[in-house]
């Protein structure tokens, strides 16, 4: 078995939709990225990375290539998963911790799930995504940024 952990953040901005975990969240904001900004992907995405000992997302999706402006990160995670598979690893499991003061996101987590584990390859599961606040405080709490925690554990194929 191989663990990986990963935490991502990005500035919340205008003009843009808010994309988590693969499923678009109606809000008048979204996430700053050269891809589509979705910090939850992103975390998972580096997790996976950090289990095979892969290194990072931007190592291989570096934000100077165009070919990623606007990415999908769901399209992203299934190239990691791709990577993984490559070096006959699978996704076992996976945890993740959203940090955000709004909107509520708990009315999305299973279709979450469902985006992720599809791109994982995995059963939803498999998968398991919450949120937290800041309870106000930081950059978060004022509705300035999203974050995202994430745990990975690979298995032998």
């Not at 678009?24 to 904001?29: D, Q």
């Not at 469902?114 to 937290?132: D, I, Q, S, T, Y």
């Amino acid at each position: 078995m191989r663990v990986g952990i990963a935490f991502d953040y990005h500035r919340l901005v205008e003009g843009r939709k808010l994309i988590l975990g693969g499923v678009e969240i109606p809000f008048g904001k979204g996430l700053a990225g050269h891809s589509d900004g979705d910090v939850l992907t992103h975390a998972v995405c580096d997790a996976v990375l950090g289990a095979a000992g892969l290194g990072d997302l931007g190592q291989h999706f570096p934000d100077t290539d165009p070919r990623w402006k606007d990415a999908s990160s769901v399209v992203l995670l299934g190239r990691v998963v791709e990577m993984v598979v490559a070096r006959d690893l699978q996704v076992a499991q996976v945890d993740t911790v959203l940090v955000a003061q709004e909107p509520k996101l708990a009315p999305y987590f299973e279709a979450m799930r469902a985006a992720l584990a599809r791109a994982l390859g995995v059963e939803p599961a498999r998968v398991n995504v919450k949120a937290k606040t800041t309870e106000g405080l930081e950059a978060i709490g004022r509705g300035e940024a999203m974050a995202a925690h994430a745990v990975a554990l690979l298995e032998p194929r």
